[in-house]
């Protein structure tokens, strides 16, 4: 063969062991991103269930149900695969006894066969082989006496060698059979680990599944009160602001334009439920976690247009800031400004609380062009 063969034939040679080699790696890779995946989950379900059900956001609150109920399939799953092991285990257990109780069977037939062919020979004791075969009349006697003879010691020989492999035999199924009793054992353990991680992720989707639904119902209950108020509200601040209009009229402090900027934030927090449609209602606005008695400041300075308790809102106040746009902050637990007051930017105007329709302590707050709820981020900083 030329030479210059060889190159491919090595190169051949080398790429098919590297293949072989690498084969493994690749498999340990997979299962170390197996592992890493269900850790990642794990992780994922450890910090949902320790999220705070009433500071968390609707889409904090959502996300952590779903990742829940992901945790729950995924621990039910595990536990269904580990009762499958248990019983694959205990089948096992049964195949094993039952080997060995066939062996024992087995042992005790031939121990017996045994028995009685001792005792036979020590009752009726054959005649030795020379003397058997020296006392045959002829030649074909002779022989016949000798195969005899022969026959019957290999019977005996073979009982034994029978009844010494039997218990052999159940030495070693004796061993399996505990062999497959410990496998059951660190199954039921086993199994117990996964039904304990199975139950503590159903209480804790369920914590957080009854949280998400009450506040679900809470939303709705208020959503449904404001939608029945936005009427007479909408009325209300525009009949306002066309008397402040009339008060001040000559006054240049405005253009007529809504400035997209200029706002504060009135309190700080998170927000837990932003504007728009949310479970089939209409949110007018946005709530803003804080706890009770936190301060509520004007968000710009104006004039209080509306300062009392008012249908879903409960305690609230609306701050007309002039070219038809206003502030509106409900659910207070105490109002600090009374109507007709003029308020600077900054300045306290109630305290945080949860009066009217609410779900628990927040500032629900609104922006609103002649009357028409807009999104408030759109002003806020």
């Known amino acids: 063969m030329p030479k210059t063969s060889r190159p491919p034939i090595v190169a051949l040679v080398l790429l098919l062991v590297l293949g072989l080699v690498a084969a493994p790696a690749q498999a340990e890779t997979a299962e170390q991103l197996r592992k890493k995946r269900d850790a990642a989950r794990a992780k994922r379900a450890q910090i949902a269930a ?41 089948n096992a257990v049964a195949q094993a006894d039952a080997e060995l109780g066939a062996t024992e069977q087995q042992i005790a037939t031939l121990k017996k066969a045994v028995i009685e ?18 006392g045959a009349r002829d030649i074909n006697e002779a022989s016949r006496r000798s195969s005899m003879l022969s026959e019957v010691a290999n019977r005996n020989s073979d009982a034994i ?13 004796q061993a399996k059979a505990r062999e497959a009793r410990d496998v059951a054992a660190e199954r039921r353990q086993a199994v117990l680990a996964r039904l304990s991680e199975l139950q503590k992720a159903q209480a804790e989707k369920q914590r957080l599944s009854a949280a998400l639904e009450a506040r679900i119902a809470d939303y709705q209950r208020e959503a449904d009160a404001v939608a029945a108020a936005e009427s007479g509200l ?52 946005i709530d803003i976690g804080a706890g009770t008695g ?8 104006g004039e209080v247009i509306f300062s009392g308790t008012m249908s879903g809102y409960g305690n609230a106040i609306i701050v007309d800031h002039g070219g038809g746009f206003t502030t509106l902050y409900a659910h207070q637990s105490r109002l600090a400004a009374r109507d007709g007051q003029s308020v600077g930017q900054g300045d306290i105007i109630g305290y945080v609380g949860s009066t009217g329709r609410s779900t628990g302590p927040h500032l629900h707050f609104e922006t609103r062009v002649n009357g028409s709820p807009r999104n408030p981020r759109n002003y806020l900083p």
């Open 50 to 90: 320790r999220i705070d059900s009433l500071k968390a956001s609707d889409q904090e609150l959502e996300g952590a149900v779903s990742t829940l109920n992901k945790q729950v399939v995924a621990q039910q799953a595990n536990a269904d695969a580990a009762r499958q092991a248990v019983q694959a285990a205990l």
């Open 117 to 134: 062919r001792a005792v036979a020979a020590y009752v009726r004791p054959q005649e030795d082989a020379f003397t058997g075969v020296m």
């Open 161 to 173: 060698d029978r009844l010494r492999a039997a218990r052999e035999d159940f030495a070693i199924k």
């Open 234 to 285: 909408t009325a209300l601040i525009q009949q306002k602001q066309a008397a402040r209009a009339s008060r001040s009229a000559g006054d240049p402090g405005t253009d007529g334009r809504v400035s997209g900027a200029g706002l504060i934030w009135p309190v700080r927090g998170p927000v837990t439920s932003g504007y728009g449609q949310r479970w089939g209602r209409m949110h007018a606005g």
């Open 294 to 301: 936190v301060p509520i400041r004007a968000a710009k300075g």
